[in-house]
C-alpha cells in the first residue's frame, strides 16, 4: 500500500511539474541567459542577470529573480524586435540607468518604435529615470527637440554613472513604483506617437 501511495505522490509531482511548463510559467531562475534581461517571472518579479567568479577564476552568469515588482504584467520575456528597437542589450548584468546618460541609447528608448510598442522595456527605464530625479515623457521630448539639452537634463538631475543596483540588500534602486500611464501599457506612456 506504501509503494502505491509513493507512486501515486511521484506521478502527482511529475504531472505538476509537466502541467506548470505547459502552462508557461517563468522562473527567472530557469531561464538561459539569453533571455534573462527584461523578463518578467510569473509571480510579477523581474529577472536579471548576474556574474560571479568560479573557484578557478572564471566568469559565470546566472539569471536570477529581482525584489522589483511589475505593476500590470507578468509572464513575458521581451521579444527581439523591442530588444532591438529599444537600443538595451540581453546581456547587461543587474539593472542600471547606465543606458540613459548614453544619447544614443536615450534616442532608440525614446524613438516611436520603442516607446509606443515595448511597454516593457518603457516602463522599466520610466522608473529608473523617475529613480533619477527625471520624468521620462520629458526627457523623450527634449531628446527630440534638443538631444543636447536632454542630456544636460539628465546630467542636472543628479544621476550618477554605474549600476544603481544593491544585490546583497535587494535593493535594485528603480525609485518609485510610478507606471508610465494610468492607461493600458501596450499604448506607450502619455506620448502621442506624433510628439515623439
Known amino acids: 500500500m506504501a509503494s502505491s501511495t509513493r507512486l501515486s505522490f511521484i506521478l502527482f509531482f511529475a504531472f505538476s511539474l509537466f502541467l506548470q511548463g505547459t502552462l ?8 538561459p541567459i539569453n533571455a534573462c534581461s527584461f523578463s518578467i517571472a510569473s509571480c510579477g518579479k523581474r ?9 578557478d577564476g572564471k566568469t559565470e552568469y ?3 529573480t529581482s525584489e522589483v515588482v511589475v505593476e500590470r504584467m507578468a509572464e513575458y520575456i521581451e521579444t ?3 530588444v532591438s528597437a529599444c537600443g538595451v542589450d540581453r546581456n547587461a548584468v543587474g539593472i542600471s540607468s547606465d543606458a540613459l ?6 534616442a532608440k528608448l525614446c524613438s516611436p518604435d520603442c516607446y509606443q510598442n515595448c511597454p516593457n522595456i518603457v516602463d522599466l527605464y520610466f522608473n529608473l529615470a523617475a529613480g533619477e530625479g527625471v520624468f521620462l515623457p520629458d526627457l523623450c521630448e527634449r531628446q527630440r527637440t534638443n538631444p543636447r539639452r536632454a542630456m544636460i537634463q539628465l546630467m542636472s538631475s543628479g544621476a550618477a ?8 540588500t535587494g535593493d535594485l534602486g528603480e525609485g518609485p513604483a510610478l507606471s508610465p500611464s494610468s492607461s493600458d501599457l501596450g499604448e506607450g506612456p502619455a506620448l502621442s506617437p506624433s510628439s515623439i
Do not use: F, H, M, V
Not at 529577472?47 to 573557484?55: G, H, I
Not at 546618460?101 to 536615450?106: D, G, R, V
Open 24 to 31: 508557461g510559467e517563468i522562473i527567472c531562475e530557469d531561464l
Open 47 to 55: 529577472c536579471l542577470l548576474e556574474n560571479y567568479a568560479t573557484k
Open 62 to 64: 546566472q539569471c536570477r
Open 80 to 82: 527581439d524586435a523591442c
Open 101 to 106: 546618460l548614453e544619447p544614443q541609447c536615450t
Open 161 to 168: 554613472p554605474g549600476p544603481i543596483s544593491n544585490i546583497e
